[in-house]
């Protein structure tokens, strides 16, 4: 690794070197995992004994300044095109052929510490984004189940307004064997169809190409696997909006790092700060976004 470490000193951690990344792995009697410094990126998780909760993608390119599609990629400070945020988001940052999902996800982080503790083991990544006044602070704890916390930081002396997302990648048995549970009700946008409003009636189920935004969220998403028989929990004390997406056939063929049949292997549901639910930083300010990814039975 580039940066001042050695890994010799955890008993479970180790590196390798995968294509031109480096990955800090860690086997632990309660999990394993393993996380890039590229994107500050969790890349695999999984409890000891379970299906890995976190999504393996088998054509996953480990390439310097090229997302990671697989784990749980972190869009900040702002969600898809700039363009399609809130006014005070898009006013928060006057750049020209701004990146999809920002600046975060293809940028080396630094590691700012590992510490192992009785059931997992921590480990924090830190992203400077200078010139858009702001810094990021990613802070992962590894155990039974994975908590993480994305710290924001408006390092700047004007308000800054930033969305974000942690565009989860959840392994799933078979895309048509399970449903999300918990968005009942719910107001969504539908960005295939014309980014229009709908609501929601039931219980979701994939059987087509998905790419909504959904707001107001209960602090609680499950993701129900039937054939593997386990609820996959999200929980966050902070995002009210989430994205689900799945690319089905079509979409499948234009993507990077994608088998055509990968898609049904995989679900996102993308825990955020989304559309009008973003993030308010006034000067000096720090903003903390949450996520607990357990499984259960
Ligand atoms: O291909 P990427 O830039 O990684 O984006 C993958 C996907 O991310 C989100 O889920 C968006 O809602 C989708 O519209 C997009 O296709």
């Not at 006057?94 to 293809?106: F, L, M, S």
């Not at 704890?141 to 307004?161: C, I």
Request: a negative charge; one cysteine or more.
């Amino acid at each position: 690794m580039s940066q001042n470490y050695d890994a010799g000193m955890y008993d479970s951690v180790t590196i390798k070197h995968v294509g031109e990344l480096d990955l800090i792995e860690i086997e632990r009697p309660e999990c394993s995992a393993s996380l890039t410094l590229q994107g500050g990126q969790l890349i695999s998780y999984a409890p000891r004994g379970e299906h890995p909760v976190l999504w393996r993608n088998p054509d996953v390119a480990y390439q310097k300044g090229e997302a990671v599609r697989q784990g749980v990629p972190i869009c900040w400070p702002w969600f898809a095109f700039l363009e399609r945020n809130a006014d005070p988001v898009r006013n928060s940052f006057p750049i020209q052929e701004a990146p999809a999902h920002g600046v975060a996800r293809n940028a080396l982080w630094r590691l700012l510490s590992i510490t192992e503790e009785e059931t997992s083991t921590a480990i924090a990544f830190e992203l400077n984004a200078e010139p858009l006044g702001l810094k990021a602070v990613v802070t992962y704890r590894l155990g039974a189940v994975m908590k993480m916390e994305l710290e924001s930081f408006n390092l700047s002396d004007q308000p800054k307004h930033l969305s974000c997302a942690l565009h989860t990648y959840f392994a799933v048995s078979d895309i048509q064997q399970v449903s999300v549970l918990d968005l009942d009700d719910l107001p969504y946008i539908d960005s295939l169809r014309g980014w229009s409003l709908h609501k929601q009636d039931g219980p979701l189920h994939i059987a087509e190409e998905v790419d909504r935004i959904y707001y107001d969220t209960p602090a609680i998403l499950r993701i129900h696997d039937k054939k593997w028989e386990r609820f996959i929990v999200l929980e966050s004390s902070e995002s009210r909006s989430a994205v689900v997406w799945n690319p089905w056939i079509e979409k499948s063929k234009r993507l990077s790092q994608f088998s055509p049949d990968s898609y049904k292997h995989m679900l996102c549901v993308e825990t955020g700060k989304l559309l009008n639910d973003y993030i308010e930083l006034e000067p000096g300010q720090s903003y903390t976004l949450d996520l607990t990814l357990s499984s259960r039975r």
